[in-house]
């Protein structure tokens, strides 16, 4: 049984910093995505990074050189560290993931998600 849990998301003003956090459980595929979307009420979810088994990471044009994503296999853990934050940044972030696939539009394709943490930029 596939878990995920973030942790990190908080409050903070526009230039500042956030590190989110997923910790894995229970993936037992030998090829997976995983990744970070983010969803505003009422808004199509939108992808932000991902990265594959295989190693290749991609990151949406409007965070990229902006946010890093990495992956701590020994601690199962996917982070993702955002700085100079925007306040359209501001979003439910969740991470995801897709078993046994790639990460193409992940966003809609997973097989589970997290609970979703919450990032506010003011």
């Known amino acids: 049984h596939v878990q995920l849990v973030e942790s990190g998301g908080g409050s903070v003003q526009a230039g500042g910093s956030l590190r989110l956090s997923c910790i894995a459980s229970g993936i037992k595929d030998s090829s997976y995505c995983m990744g970070w979307f983010r969803q505003l009420p009422g808004k199509e979810r939108e992808g932000v990074a991902s990265i594959h088994q295989s190693g290749i990471i991609t990151y949406a044009e409007y965070v990229r050189g902006r946010s890093f994503l990495s992956k701590d296999n020994a601690k199962n853990t996917l982070y993702l560290q955002m700085d100079s934050l925007k306040p359209e940044d501001t979003a439910l972030y969740y991470c995801?993931?897709?078993?046994?696939?790639?990460?193409?539009?992940?966003?809609?394709?997973?097989?589970?998600r997290g609970q979703g943490t919450q990032v506010t930029v003011s």
């Open positions: 995801a993931v897709v078993l046994s696939g790639y990460c193409y539009r992940f966003e809609y394709r997973h097989n589970r």
